[in-house]
């Protein structure tokens, strides 16, 4: 059997898989994420690792058997400083904060943001290591010097469980890696002032870091010393690798909190709009070119509430709106920190037009839908999208939204194996870091395919050409405001 945990940032996932991929025994655990001021979050490490421990006991009590080996992927971006025993030196910032907006809006319009993309590929957001780190560094300094790593999520809870200080190439990549060279450039570090704080950078292992369960983690997680483990890639391409994404051109799409759009592509461009990510994977001449927007899940479930209704009514409020919602659009930019992709605005805000006395809650329901859809071909089009398209996340479960998504992308639609598509791309990740040879195919196969709709599809092409246009027109009263 192979162990796969995925620790997101709202629960913690396990799913053991046998060798054919079947899924044989299946764990959540919620985590906690604290707000101790207006546009701060924070979580426990301590908390998460317990998180780790009570959904491996489960899903193994529940299989009757211990794993053959265990993958972690996670959550990226933020910053988890751990001491030198990997302890936590203070509670992890999320990649959801947005303290360090100031020092983003500064690096951008300095031009740090622009100059750090055309050496690595990838941008920075609020919650990205770099602007939190030079936060850190300006009004927390005594917490860098008392730790050893700023790392992230799943390196953490590695380094508990192993003794191993190591991070893996997708992780690596936000933002210092060279995604040639797969070396941090000292360059971008400086940039962002942070030449001085190198050494908490954990060493780059590819592809995988891997390392076994010491006595008293074996003890924390009810498995036996010296059981192997990876850890990586993050959540992200372990969901594409979980999906079965191996052409290059081909997408992924993760609708969850957040709206995570991807495509394999065999080379790096840096050029465009200074926007996204390009993420190393564990082959030399395959990268991610991602998009993972601030939008998602996160904007239908403020909606629902705002109506009164949950997601089990979703497909039947599609149903009762037709596509266009009634005249009825949304930008769906809710999250407090602005977007990140396709473009980077932290001042980025909701908003719906075309309200009358004649609105019903389906309308509202049914424009957030489209406009989550609109953002996710924003996305993909910036990405370089020019083939099929694999999804995954809790949005999936929908049939109607991902109906749409298959008619706004104007292209096949694969839905990857459930449940728990991550925690399945941390176990294919493990066993090739360990040289077990798995059938990938089968791992992979597609649960359905859903073709796009040509009448839908060609409704919305025009729908998207006026979602783009508000967006452009949006964007321009945003940037007034910084």
């Not at 998460?48 to 080996?69: H, K």
């Not at 936590?88 to 907006?101: E, G, N, Q």
């Not at 993050?234 to 609708?255: K, N, Q, Y």
């Not at 266009?324 to 992709?341: I, N, W």
Request: proline share 7%; aromatic share 6%; with cysteine.
């Amino acid at each position: 059997m192979y162990l796969g945990i995925d620790i997101g940032t709202s629960v913690t996932k396990a799913a053991l898989f046998g060798e054919g991929g079947q899924v044989l025994a299946f764990a959540s655990h919620p985590t906690r994420l604290e707000s101790p001021r207006r546009g701060w979050f924070e979580q426990r490490p301590d908390d998460v690792l317990d998180s780790v421990a009570t959904v491996t006991r489960d899903v193994v009590a529940r299989a009757g058997r211990a794993p053959r080996l265990l993958g972690l992927t996670g959550q990226g971006d933020g910053v988890w400083l751990a001491g030198e025993d990997g302890r936590p030196v203070r509670p992890a910032v999320s990649w959801l904060d947005s303290r360090a907006a100031g020092v983003l809006r500064r690096w951008m319009h300095s031009g740090v943001v622009e100059q750090a993309f055309r050496r690595t590929g990838n941008t920075m957001f609020p919650g990205a290591a770099a602007p939190v780190l030079a936060w850190l560094d300006e009004h927390e300094p005594a917490s860098l010097d008392r730790a050893a790593t700023a790392g992230y999520c799943k390196d953490l809870v590695m380094q508990r469980l192993t003794g191993v200080r190591a991070t893996d190439v997708s992780d690596a990549s936000l933002p210092f890696l060279d995604p040639v060279s797969r070396q941090y450039r000292a360059d971008v570090l400086a940039m962002c002032g942070l030449s001085h704080r190198l050494d908490l950078l954990a060493p780059v292992a590819r592809p995988s870091v891997t390392g076994a369960l010491t006595p008293e983690a074996a003890a924390l997680l009810g498995l036996g010393e010296g059981t192997p483990v990876a850890a990586g890639p993050f959540d992200l391409p372990a969901c594409a690798l979980g999906s079965g994404v191996t052409r290059p051109g081909e997408g992924h799409l993760i609708v969850g909190t957040t709206l995570a759009c991807q495509v394999l592509v065999d080379s790096v461009d840096t050029a465009g709009e200074p926007a996204g990510m390009t993420l190393s994977t564990g082959t030399g001449d395959r990268w991610l070119r991602a998009m993972p927007a601030m939008v998602g899940t996160a904007a239908l479930d403020w909606v629902l509430g705002l109506v009164g209704e949950t997601h089990d009514a979703l497909d039947g409020m599609l149903d009762a709106c037709p596509p266009g919602a009634g005249g009825v659009t949304c930008l769906p930019y809710f999250s407090p920190s602005g977007e990140r992709a396709p473009f980077v605005d932290p001042s980025a805000t909701a908003a719906f037009d075309g309200l009358s006395l004649q609105t019903s809650g389906a309308d509202l329901v049914r424009a957030t839908c489209e406009a989550v859809a609109f953002a996710a071909r924003h996305c993909f089009d910036a990405a370089g999208l020019d083939g099929d398209v694999a999804m995954c996340g809790g949005g999936t479960r929908s049939s109607r939204w991902l109906r749409m998504f298959a008619d706004v992308l104007a292209r096949p639609v694969r839905l990857a194996p459930q449940p728990e598509t991550g925690a399945r791309g941390a176990a294919l990740a493990a066993a090739r870091a360990f040289g077990d040879e798995l059938d990938e195919a089968v791992w992979t196969a597609p649960m359905a395919v859903i073709e796009p709709d040509p009448d839908n599809a060609a409704r919305y092409e025009d729908g998207y050409r006026d979602y783009r246009a508000r967006v452009d027109a949006a964007r321009g009263s945003w940037k007034e405001q910084w």
